[in-house]
């Protein structure tokens, strides 16, 4: 490895032990934005419905053919010989989990109507975590280009959904996301299921945040496979008609909360919580597991602190709930 390399290698090693600190120095960088509900994530006043939005309310649209923002994969600070961010990281300090698989890409938000278009993972890695790197390396030429974090025209904005997964009594799945395994948000702590919402097969017919959240509670939750074959049908797997099935009943509830940008990685989280009666998540997630493939799972106590250090997004969908805690049905 030549030095450029290790120059580059140690930049990310102080970006991922200090994202909390970075992103406080990032949060101070946009003064005049909009936040969460008191918490770092940015938003347009917009974004935030003044109660919880039915999931089933919230619509999408799609453009196959969007315009291309106006910056993508900037080679802003890289060793020689590597065109992206994506590309460096996959060379010189891979995550375990690492794929360029499609995204959807948010175009615009005025809830409840979002709509999207066609992206991959990679689009986001290369102009957010390099901005975070930049930052962990005292450079800021990079975030000067992309402007106003939340103007979803300046850089690929793919999204996450960030859900908040709690119970009628108050009880919350709490996630630890461990730095050798991610490639966003190692060493922070975060609600979940969370997940990249990407479609599994075809763009337009998979555009459905419920179906994207399912797998997510799968796979996060009950550490099951995420390769699921050629010819998976979701609406015949076993676990998803349960899910769908208590939600019907309504024994769980979907809300859509909000949307907002992280400040340190701009990446952009659809906020959600999922309320559960006590009965079903037993019947769920009884088999609710200690360690997956991100990290380590957890209860905590909605009424408790919040635990630190937290993704913007987790705090945000936490304080949303607290704020919504009567019409959500917690504590009921």
Known sequence: MNPDEERWR????????????????????????????????????????????????????????PEPP?????????????????????????????DDRP??????????????????YFDGVNVGEAAAHELAAGRDGLRRRVGDPCDLRRRTALCA???????VSGAYVLHWRDPAKVAHAGGLHQVMPVGVFQPLADERDDLDLWRCMVREYAEELLGMDEDYG??????????????????????????????????LTFALDILTAVVMDDAAFADLFGGLVEVNDEGRVSMADL????????QPAGAAALALARRHRAALGIGA
């Open 303 to 310: 009424g408790g602190p919040v635990p630190e250090p937290m």
């Open 161 to 167: 959904i960030t859900t908040l997964t709690v119970t």
């Open 70 to 98: 106006a910056v993508a994969d900037p080679s802003d600070g890289l060793p020689d010989g590597y065109r992206t961010y994506a590309g460096a990281l996959a060379a010189l300090a891979p995550p375990r989990i690492f």
């Open 230 to 263: 050629d010819h998976f049908v979701q609406e015949e797997w076993p676990f998803h008609r349960a899910m769908t099935q208590a939600r019907k009943e309504r024994r769980v509830r979907a809300h859509f909360l909000g949307l907002g940008v992280d400040p």
């Open 10 to 65: 140690a930049e990310r090693a102080l970006l991922n032990a200090g994202r909390d600190r970075l992103g406080q120095l990032a949060s101070d960088l946009y003064p005049g934005v909009p936040r969460v509900a008191g918490t770092r994530l940015m938003c347009r006043e917009e974004w935030i419905p003044d109660a919880p939005v039915p999931l089933e309310d919230v619509r999408l649209e799609w453009d196959p053919a």
């Open 103 to 120: 995204s959807y890409r948010l175009l615009a938000a005025a809830p409840p109507v979002l709509r999207f278009g066609p992206g991959r």
